[in-house]
């Protein structure tokens, strides 16, 4: 059945016959991947690409609605018991059969150290639809991909696409690393620039000897001119570690030119405690801004489960509507008066009593 046919479960009749569980209890007992209208995957396989990441090639239920070589999706997963959401961007081609997320260990990170060390084939995985605008621009104009670490994953989805598709399109493919032996796809990477002329990958190194070609060390405005003389006259398309990100967006501003289409993994978010009351409107629930940072967490000590996916205001998941109050972006410290508004709860805390619809 896909998507539409499960939606005819989900009326009043059949959500009362199932009281007090939902209907979706009843149907994961039959199949795990059955939903009335959530999408859920199944991971077919774990492959091991470097010591820190994986690729989990999974098989998504009849609710998912395809992607566009580029977006992320906001993957949920049961550890111990809690179910833990993150954004993942989906590194596959839109005419791959299943899709794929690769995930790099980050620190001492909670959901990417479990899905590298633990994943397993036959989990069941919460999806969301695709989303996002960081896509393979259109047309056939040259391009210029730069991208740092687990930063790779939704360039490599636009690489794949134009292989898939056979568009022969003038691509230079510029990655850092801290070594090959770290490096996301490297196997496939030099595969494929040796089979088609139109694509040159070039490496930036931490440790060891580069190859004929590549380069070691860090970006830089100069190094950018010198690898690739006519970078000016491609579109920019940017992925990495927060670091890299500046200084490539600062080159690009140096010289006069946009900064590149990029997303982010990562955005400085601060942690600072809320103040004011918040009344979770729905639930009735009452809390003290300051028990909290975000509005996100304040919900969430408060035992509600509102959606969420990236926490810093990437993904906008956790969006939901505010009624009035004061709330402070933890982004930049700005304070601003609110009402009959959708904010990102992840980013913005109490600045003064707040009724959030919850
Ligand atoms: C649009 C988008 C796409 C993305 N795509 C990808 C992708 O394709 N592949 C990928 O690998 N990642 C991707 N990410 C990043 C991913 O969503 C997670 O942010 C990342 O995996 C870290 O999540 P985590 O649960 O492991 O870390 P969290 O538990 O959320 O921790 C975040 C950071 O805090 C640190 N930390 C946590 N607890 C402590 C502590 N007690 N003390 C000190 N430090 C601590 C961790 O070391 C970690 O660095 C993407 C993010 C976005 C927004």
Redesign the pocket.
Known sequence: MRGTGWKLLDNPITRAMASPLSVDDYLTQFNPLWSVAEVRGRIERVERETADAVTLHITPNGHWQGHRAGQ?LVLGVEIEGVR?S????I?SAPADAGIT????R????????YLVDQARAGEILHLSQAR?EFLLPEGNGPLLMISGG?GI?PLMAMLRQCVREGQQRDVVFLHYSNSYIDTLFRAELRALAERFEWLTLIQVVNEGAPLAGDRRGLFSAEQLVELVPDYAARTPLLCGPPALMERVNAAFERAGLATPAQ???QVKVSSAAGEGVVLFSKSGREAAGDSAGSLLELAEQQGLNPESG?R?G??HACKCHVSEGRVRDLRNGEVRDVKDEDIQLCVHAAAGAVQVEL
């Open positions: 992320h833990h993150r954004c993942f961007s590194s997320v690769s995930v790099k980050n620190g001492q990170g909670l959901v990417s150290n996002g687990s994953t997303e982010q993994f990236c810093m990437i993904c």
